[in-house]
């Protein structure tokens, strides 16, 4: 059977804003399953004190019953090229690749919906396969639609959170190295991913 | 990115708040390493977070969602 609604975080941008702002758990208020493709969620998580890395690990080790890191053949082959070839980067595209494939393969009912939340304006891309069960939704209309239902104060005082979270962050000089806890915790959360359930949902 | 803005990358992130330059794009042209990067200088050039166009494709895809989101967040289901 499949799910009849999801949300699912097509790219980075939401998941860092909403970290920034420290109110990641905004994306829990519809008690909807959340789904990150892995390839998301590392680009996320990876680097030691990126702004929001360390909030969206924990938010996501806090919440693993609503919030699925879905594996990704995209996101498996790129680490595979990533080990014959130590040092190369990650494909630009490769979080739009792997969240297409999360589209296409993730087990909505005949009339299911999935809300895609992204802030890439380049994301009509996504609806190619699926038109009439996605929904686009940038983080902005999320939290309007938060405040509508007066489950937050102000959309903009989450965004000038962001802003302050901006302002007072290190330099890029500061937090470009790999912090090995935080690589290792990434990693471990996208090999259980893999493990635990594929594309297709089966557990 | 280095730590003092240079003209043509204060007109790079400009474009990007008032919705000219897409997420990807602008994050390219910085020569920034990702979405990060282009939070912290949009904040420390006091810029904007750009938002969404109303075009009615847009409209359409809101008022889907709100169908689905306002009963969930306002009564749980």
Excluded: C
């Amino acid at each position: 059977m499949g799910i009849d609604v999801a949300i699912i975080v097509t790219d980075v941008p939401p998941l860092i804003t909403l970290a920034a702002a420290q109110s990641l758990d905004y994306l829990l208020y519809p008690t909807l399953p959340v789904i990150i493709p892995d390839a998301v969620f590392h680009e996320a998580t990876y680097a030691a004190g990126k702004l929001g890395a360390q909030e969206i690990l924990e938010w996501y080790r806090a919440h693993t019953g609503q919030v699925r890191v879905e594996p990704t053949e995209a996101f498996q082959a790129e680490m595979m090229l990533q080990e014959a070839m130590p040092g190369r980067r990650l494909a630009r595209d490769l979080g739009e690749r792997a969240a297409i494939e999360i589209v296409r393969n993730y087990p909505l009912a005949e009339n299911g919906r999935a809300l895609l939340l992204s802030d890439d304006r380049d994301v009509e891309r996504l609806l190619v396969f699926e038109p009439e069960k996605a929904i686009l939704l940038t983080t902005w209309d999320y939290l309007r639609q938060l405040e509508d239902a007066q489950r937050i104060q102000s959309a903009d005082a989450v965004m000038e959170a962001v802003r302050q979270a901006g302002r007072d962050s290190p330099r890029r000089d500061l937090w470009s190295t790999h912090d090995p806890e935080i690589r290792d915790a990434v990693r471990a959360v996208i090999e259980a991913a893999q493990r635990g359930h594929s594309p297709e949902g089966k557990e | 990115m280095s730590t003092a803005t240079r003209p043509e990358q204060l007109e790079i992130l400009r474009a990007y708040a008032t919705g000219r330059l897409g997420t990807r794009r602008a994050i390219d042209a910085l020569g920034a390493h990702d979405y990060a990067d282009l939070i912290i200088a949009l904040a420390q050039n006091n810029l904007d977070f750009p938002k969404p166009a109303a075009t009615p494709a847009h409209a359409a895809h809101v008022a889907r969602a709100r169908a689905i989101l306002q009963p969930r967040l306002r009564h749980g289901h």
